[in-house]
C-alpha cells in the first residue's frame, strides 16, 4: 500500500513571503499526484495534477505553482503568499487500473496560515 | 450546476441510531464512485467504494443508482467514534484525457452523541 508524506504540518508565514511545501509517496511508481486545498469549512478545491515527471496541469489561475521533480516527489510553491492563500493543502496519490480511475489518498496535510 | 451534491447536515444522531446520507452527481460519464471520511482538521480517509450492486462493511451500506445519478451511505448502530464530515466523491477520466480526476461533494457532518 501507498504511504504519503507531507511537510511541513503546520506553517505560519507572512503575506509576500515564499512557500515550498513537499509531498513524497512510497509504495508506488508513477502515480497521479494531486494538489488540493481545503479552506476553512469548505470543500476540496483541486489546484495541480500530475501524470508524471515534469508534467503540470493547473487547475485554478492563482499565484501558486507545482512541479514534479521526481517520479514520487510533488512541490507546491509560491513566490508571494497572499492571505487568501491560508488554508489546508492536501497532496494525494491514485492510481489506474483496468481502465477505470482508482480511489485517492491523502497525505496528512499542511495546515498554512497567512498573516 | 455543482458536479457532486450532498446535504451539508449537520445530523445529529444518538448512539445506537440508523443514519443515512445521499448525494446525487451530474455527470453520467462518471465511473467510480466512493464514501470518504473527514475527521475534524485531519485528511479525508476513504471509506468504501460504491459498487452497482451495492454493498456493504460492516455497519455501513453504499448503493448506487447510475439511473437516477444518485449515491447513499446507510449507518447503522452509529457510534460515537462515526461523528465525522462524510464526503461523497465520483470519479472518472476527463475528455480526452488519461488522468482520473475525482469530484468531491462539500460533504456532511455527523454527530454522534451518548
Known amino acids: 500500500s501507498q504511504t504519503i508524506h507531507q511537510w511541513p504540518a503546520t506553517l505560519v508565514q507572512p503575506v509576500g513571503s515564499p512557500l515550498s511545501l513537499e509531498c513524497t509517496v512510497e509504495g508506488t511508481s508513477n502515480p497521479n499526484l494531486y494538489w488540493y486545498r481545503q479552506a476553512a469549512g469548505r470543500g476540496l478545491q483541486l489546484l495541480f495534477y500530475s501524470v508524471g515527471i515534469g508534467q503540470i496541469s493547473s487547475e485554478v489561475p492563482q499565484n501558486l505553482s507545482a512541479s514534479r521533480p521526481q517520479d514520487r516527489q510533488f512541490i507546491l510553491s509560491s513566490k508571494k503568499l497572499l492571505l487568501s492563500d491560508s488554508g489546508f493543502y492536501l497532496c494525494?496519490?491514485?492510481?489506474?487500473?483496468?481502465?477505470?480511475?482508482?480511489?485517492?489518498?491523502f497525505g496528512p496535510g499542511t495546515r498554512l496560515t497567512v498573516t | 450546476r455543482k458536479e457532486v451534491e450532498q446535504d451539508p447536515g449537520p445530523f445529529n444522531v444518538p448512539e445506537g441510531a440508523t443514519v443515512a446520507f445521499n448525494c446525487t452527481y451530474s455527470n453520467s460519464a462518471s465511473q467510480s464512485f466512493f464514501w470518504y471520511r473527514q475527521d475534524c482538521r485531519k485528511e479525508p480517509k476513504l471509506l468504501m467504494s460504491v459498487y452497482s450492486s451495492g454493498n456493504e462493511d460492516g455497519r455501513f451500506t453504499a448503493q448506487l443508482n447510475r439511473a437516477s445519478q444518485y449515491i447513499s451511505l446507510l449507518i447503522r448502530d452509529s457510534k460515537l467514534s462515526d461523528s465525522a464530515t462524510y464526503l461523497c466523491?465520483?470519479?472518472?477520466?476527463?475528455?480526452?484525457?488519461?488522468?482520473?480526476?475525482?469530484?468531491f461533494g462539500r460533504g456532511t457532518q455527523l454527530t454522534v452523541w451518548p
Open positions: 494525494a496519490s491514485t492510481i489506474t487500473r483496468g481502465g477505470r480511475p482508482y480511489e485517492q489518498y
Open positions: 466523491v465520483v470519479s472518472r477520466f476527463d475528455r480526452g484525457s488519461t488522468l482520473g480526476r475525482l469530484y
